[in-house]
C-alpha cells in the first residue's frame, strides 16, 4: 500500500493541495506536548475526499477516462470532490444521492452542472443502488471509501503528514466508512509500526466501532441525525476498510454531540475557521485521551468545512462548554 500511497501522491499533486499541519498551542498545552492541525478543510472541494475521488478517475488511462462515464453516491464531501473533478478534468458523470437529501446539498450539487438521481432514504441504500447501476450499464464507480484507489489517495494525507512531522506519535482520524482512516493508517504503520492511530465516530452513528466489537460489520441500521453527518451511516457489507481497521487502528472513541458542538465553537474561537461537525471529532477525542498523551506529539485531522448555514447557527447558538 506504500507504492501505491506514493503513486497516488504524484498522480494528484498537479490537482491537489499539500495542506499545512498547523501547531496548536492551546491543544499542545492540554497534553504538555505538541498538537498539529492538518487543515484538509483548505482542501480543493472543502475537504480530504477530493484526495480519493482524483486518485481513484486519474488512475484510468486517459483515452479510457475521456470515453467513460462516472458515477458517485453521496450527499456531501465525497459528492463535491467527484463533482469537482467531473468538471476540473472535463469528464461525464452522475452523483446518486438519498431521497431525503435536503434542498441545501441538492443546490450545492445542481450548481456543478453535473447530472443527479435521487434514490433510496440511507446513505447505505443509495451506494448499493449506484454501484447496481455502474455495473448494469459499465459506468465506472467512484466509491466514498471500499476502493484501493480511493484508500491510497486518501493515505496521501499520512504521506505528508510523515514528511511534515516525522517523529509524530499519535493520529486522530474520524471515521465514517473508513476510507480516511484506512489510508492514513497503512502509510504510516508501514514507515512508524509504533506510531498509534485512533478513530473516532459520533455516538450517534457507531457503525464501524460496533463492527469491530462485532468482530463483523454490522447489517442492522443504527444511524440517528448527528453534526458528524460526513461519518454517518453503515458500509457495505464486502468494504476492505474494515478489516484494515480491524489490523491497524489501535483505538477507539465514542464522540456526543455536545463535544462535537463545542469542538466546532473552539474552532472559531480559537482559529477563525469554520469546520463540519466531523472534523470536530479529533478535537473532542483529544480531551478525552490528554493523559494518555501527556508529552506526545499529535496530529488531529480537520477533515472538512462543509456545514449548512442553520446547522451552524444551532451549534452557535447553545454551546453546551462541555470541552
Known amino acids: 500500500m506504500q507504492e501505491l500511497i506514493q503513486v497516488a501522491a504524484d498522480r494528484t499533486?498537479?490537482?491537489?493541495?499539500?495542506?499545512?499541519?498547523?501547531?496548536?498551542?492551546?491543544?499542545?498545552?492540554?497534553?504538555?506536548?505538541?498538537?498539529?492541525?492538518?487543515?484538509?478543510?483548505?482542501?480543493?472541494?472543502?475537504?480530504?475526499?477530493?484526495?480519493?475521488?482524483?486518485?481513484?478517475?486519474?488512475?484510468?488511462?486517459?483515452?479510457?477516462?475521456?470515453?467513460?462515464?462516472?458515477v458517485a453516491a453521496s450527499t456531501g464531501n465525497h459528492a463535491a470532490a467527484f463533482c469537482h473533478a467531473m468538471k476540473t478534468l472535463n469528464l461525464n458523470g452522475k452523483v446518486f444521492l438519498p431521497e431525503n437529501v435536503s434542498q441545501a446539498k441538492l443546490d450545492f450539487i445542481k450548481s456543478f452542472g453535473i447530472k443527479f438521481e435521487l434514490h433510496g432514504q440511507t446513505s447505505l441504500d443509495t451506494e448499493i443502488y449506484a454501484g447496481r447501476v455502474a455495473k448494469e450499464h459499465g459506468y465506472t464507480m467512484v466509491h466514498p471509501y471500499s476502493d484501493l484507489d480511493i484508500i491510497a489517495g486518501q493515505g496521501t494525507i499520512g504521506l505528508e503528514l510523515f514528511e511534515q512531522?516525522?517523529?509524530?506519535?499519535?493520529?486522530?482520524?474520524?471515521?465514517?466508512?473508513?476510507?480516511?482512516?484506512?489510508?492514513?493508517?497503512?502509510?504510516?504503520?508501514?514507515?512508524?509500526?509504533?506510531?498509534?492511530?485512533?478513530?473516532?465516530?459520533?455516538?450517534?452513528?457507531?457503525?464501524?466501532?460496533?463492527?469491530?466489537?462485532?468482530?463483523?460489520?454490522?447489517?442492522?441500521?443504527?444511524?440517528?441525525?448527528?453534526?458528524?453527518?460526513?461519518?454517518?451511516?453503515?458500509?457495505?457489507?464486502?468494504?476492505?476498510?474494515?478489516?484494515?481497521?480491524?489490523?491497524?487502528?489501535?483505538d477507539w472513541l465514542l464522540i456526543s454531540e455536545p463535544e462535537i458542538a463545542d469542538a466546532i465553537c473552539w474552532m472559531i474561537d480559537f482559529h477563525q475557521t469554520i469546520i463540519e461537525g466531523s472534523a470536530g471529532m479529533g478535537i473532542a477525542a483529544l480531551h478525552h485521551l490528554s493523559v494518555s498523551l501527556s508529552g506526545k506529539k499529535v496530529a488531529l485531522i480537520i477533515c472538512g468545512k462543509r456545514i449548512s448555514t442553520e446547522k451552524l447557527l444551532s451549534v452557535l447558538s447553545a454551546p453546551s462548554s462541555s470541552l
Open 13 to 70: 499533486a498537479p490537482y491537489m493541495y499539500r495542506t499545512p499541519a498547523v501547531q496548536c498551542p492551546s491543544l499542545s498545552q492540554l497534553i504538555n506536548g505538541s498538537v498539529f492541525l492538518k487543515m484538509e478543510n483548505q482542501q480543493v472541494s472543502g475537504s480530504f475526499k477530493a484526495r480519493g475521488a482524483y486518485n481513484k478517475i486519474l488512475s484510468i488511462p486517459e483515452i479510457e477516462r475521456s470515453k467513460a462515464f462516472f
Open 165 to 250: 512531522i516525522p517523529e509524530l506519535d499519535t493520529v486522530i482520524v474520524p471515521v465514517g466508512g473508513g476510507g480516511l482512516i484506512s489510508g492514513i493508517a497503512s502509510f504510516l504503520k508501514s514507515v512508524n509500526p509504533s506510531i498509534q492511530i485512533v478513530g473516532c465516530q459520533p455516538e450517534m452513528s457507531p457503525e464501524m466501532i460496533r463492527s469491530i466489537e462485532q468482530g463483523s460489520i454490522i447489517t442492522e441500521d443504527i444511524s440517528r441525525p448527528t453534526l458528524s453527518d460526513g461519518t454517518a451511516g453503515g458500509m457495505e457489507q464486502d468494504s476492505i476498510t474494515f478489516a484494515i481497521c480491524q489490523k491497524l487502528v489501535d
